[in-house]
């Protein structure tokens, strides 16, 4: 079975400074890979997706992942953070074609992001 | 485009009582999907609906029923509710079941 793990529960950061959010899988193939935004109060919403291909993946908002199939890591990067990233933050990773697992998309239980000003 | 649409935002019930989540998407997605989520606990799936016509459970489903009533309306009915089931639910759809999933609001759900 597919499962994800986000080690850090919370994260503080300063304004303007660089960020890197964590997340491991365990998945038998290669897999899809997610990272959402959830804003308080508010639905998850899509900032980037890994398929195939580069490795390196860019989303909205300034936001990039690197998928490292050596260390089945799928990590967060911002360069610069703005008080409005302040957020939970979910990975999550989805069956490929012929990968086999569970259908939908399994969900790690969050990073709380925290900007310090 | 509103996306995934769900009914009510907020709710509560007492210890027994039914109710019924409505969730609607106006994507033409095959794929949906009811997540329920807890603090810790990320989001855990309840039922998913991979295309119209079809349901399974996925990690959490005690409790819990789906139906599928046509490609833009997936609805999660709480038959007996418990306090256990104080959560906030979402619903989400998708183009396949391994593409990304796009969630609604969510309905927060309180069980007294």
């Known amino acids: 079975a597919q499962s994800v793990t986000q080690p850090d529960i919370h994260i503080t950061v300063s304004e303007g400074a660089s960020l890197e959010l964590r997340c491991n899988y365990s998945y038998g193939a290669t897999p899809y890979l997610f990272w959402y935004v959830q804003s308080p109060g508010q639905g998850l919403q899509l900032l980037l997706k890994y398929f195939s291909g580069d490795t390196l993946v860019q989303g909205i908002k300034g936001f990039e992942a690197e998928f490292k199939r050596s260390q089945s890591s799928f990590n967060l990067r911002k360069p610069s953070v703005h008080w409005s990233d302040a957020a939970e933050y979910f990975c999550a990773v989805g069956p490929s074609w012929g990968g086999g697992g569970a259908d939908g998309l399994t969900f790690g239980k969050g990073t709380h992001l925290i900007i310090q000003p | 485009n509103a996306g995934v649409t769900q009914t009510p935002k907020f709710q509560v019930l007492k210890t027994g009582q039914s109710m019924t989540l409505q969730c609607a998407q106006d994507m033409n997605h095959n794929s949906m999907y009811w997540y329920r989520q807890d603090p810790g606990m990320g989001l855990r799936l309840i039922y998913y609906?991979?295309?119209?016509?079809?349901?399974d459970k996925g990690e959490v489903p005690n409790g819990y029923n789906v139906s599928r009533l046509n490609k833009r309306e997936f609805s999660l009915r709480l038959e007996s509710a418990a306090p256990s089931q104080t959560s906030v639910y979402f619903c989400?759809?998708?183009?396949?079941?391994?593409?990304?999933?796009?969630f609604g609001q969510g309905t927060r759900l309180t069980v007294v």
């Open positions: 989400a759809s998708s183009e396949r079941v391994n593409t990304e999933a796009f």
């Open positions: 609906s991979a295309s119209e016509g079809t349901t």
